[in-house]
């Protein structure tokens, strides 16, 4: 079946701009997930949806950045006001989760944002 | 909080040598460990996992891991590695109970020489 995909695949913006990063899920995933991978360093988690329950926001590295999700489908990450410091690979992925955290997690192809 | 130590950024081989990758995380509650693969081009794919029971895992291309509670190490092995085994491997960990997510390693890119 389908996996887990991103669009843009690429986005090249100006400091200051706005970006919106969208994710479509694996149809029936009930969880979600954003990460951030910069250049050289491992991946950082920053939001987590699961079902209609209030998501885990602890990784946002700051008020710029925010993401919503549709029930349990396409999720998207908005960073305002951007700065070269967001760029980065911005990885999805999906887990069947309900709640387990041994699940596994499927992941997106990602999307690579530069801030000029 | 957990963190995870991926020692070496990069690990150049001979085809068919053999590999250990290596992984240390730091934990002050009990963790589920993870190994992650990219291959070039690809997105992360999950190469093998422990929970629970038998210390030594092993995924169906040949690479095994082994969860030493003592060492807090999660290394990755491979006997005799392949061309198609190039790409970056990630080390990662999760809670048993709390926060869904994964914390990762740096990354180590394991490169194949003919």
């Known amino acids: 079946g389908a996996g887990v995909s991103q669009s843009p695949s690429n986005k090249v913006t100006e400091k200051g701009k706005d970006v919106e990063l969208r994710c479509d899920p694996i149809s029936g995933h009930t969880a979600l997930y954003w990460y951030r991978q910069r250049l050289g360093q491992g991946l950082e988690f920053l939001i987590y949806f699961q079902g209609n329950s209030a998501p885990d926001k602890s990784g946002l590295p700051s008020d710029r950045f925010s993401a919503e999700r549709t029930g349990e489908s396409v999720s998207t990450l908005t960073i305002q006001r951007t700065q070269q410091e967001d760029s980065a690979v911005y990885l999805c992925a999906s887990s069947e989760s309900s709640g387990r955290t041994s699940d596994t997690q499927y992941f997106g192809p990602g999307t690579r944002l530069t801030v000029l | 909080a957990q963190s995870v130590t991926q020692l070496d950024s990069q690990v150049p081989v001979f085809e068919e040598a053999p590999v250990e990758l290596r992984c240390n995380y730091s934990?002050?509650?009990?963790?589920?460990l993870f190994w992650y693969v990219q291959y070039p081009n690809q997105g992360l794919q999950l190469l093998l996992k422990y929970l629970s029971g038998s210390t030594l895992v092993e995924s169906i291309n040949g690479f095994e891991a082994e969860f030493n509670k003592s060492q807090t190490s999660f290394h990755l092995r491979k006997p005799s590695v392949h061309i198609s085994d190039t790409a970056e491997y990630f080390c990662?960990?999760?809670?048993?109970?709390?926060?869904?997510?994964?914390?990762f390693g740096q990354g180590t890119r394991l490169t194949i020489n003919p």
């Open positions: 934990s002050s509650v009990s963790v589920y």
């Open positions: 990662a960990v999760s809670t048993i109970q709390g926060a869904q997510k994964l914390v």
